[in-house]
Nanobody
Framework: QVQLVESGGGLVQAGGSLRLSCAAS????????MGWYRQAPGKQRELVAA???????NYADSVKGRFTISRDNAKNTMSLQMNSLKPEDTAVYYC??????????????WGQGTQVTVSS
């Protein structure tokens, strides 16, 4: 059984910062790409940032220069540093990871989500 657990969401004023963390646990053999997604009310879930096992990153245009994704392969964790937050960043943020667990083939796993609310 593999679990992804997010933490670090909350309420912040526009211009502030938050740091999200995601920890993977279970019978993990390897973790490939990891990423953060978000879903605002009435909108589709969208990719915010992604990172390969080798550390290559990709960001949505809307967060470039403000958000930084990172990971620790030894600890099976991933973080998202969010600076200069805007009200339009308000959403539920989800951790995603492509994981090989036990004898199973690679599979995408999702966390339960953490709420980020940015007030104007």
């Amino acid at each position: 059984q593999v679990q992804l657990v997010e933490s670090g969401g909350g309420l912040v004023q526009a211009g502030g910062s938050l740091r999200l963390s995601c920890a993977a646990s279970g019978s993990i053999v390897s973790i490939n790409a990891m990423g953060w997604y978000r879903q605002a009310p009435g909108k589709q879930r969208e990719l915010v940032a992604a990172i390969t096992r080798d550390g290559i990153t990709n960001y949505a245009d809307s967060v470039k220069g403000r958000f930084t994704i990172s990971r620790d392969n030894a600890k099976n964790t991933m973080s998202l540093q969010m600076n200069s937050l805007k009200p339009e960043d308000t959403a539920v943020y989800y951790c995603n990871a492509n994981i090989r667990a036990g004898w199973r083939p690679n599979k995408d796993y999702w966390g339960q989500g953490t709420q980020v609310t940015v007030s104007s």
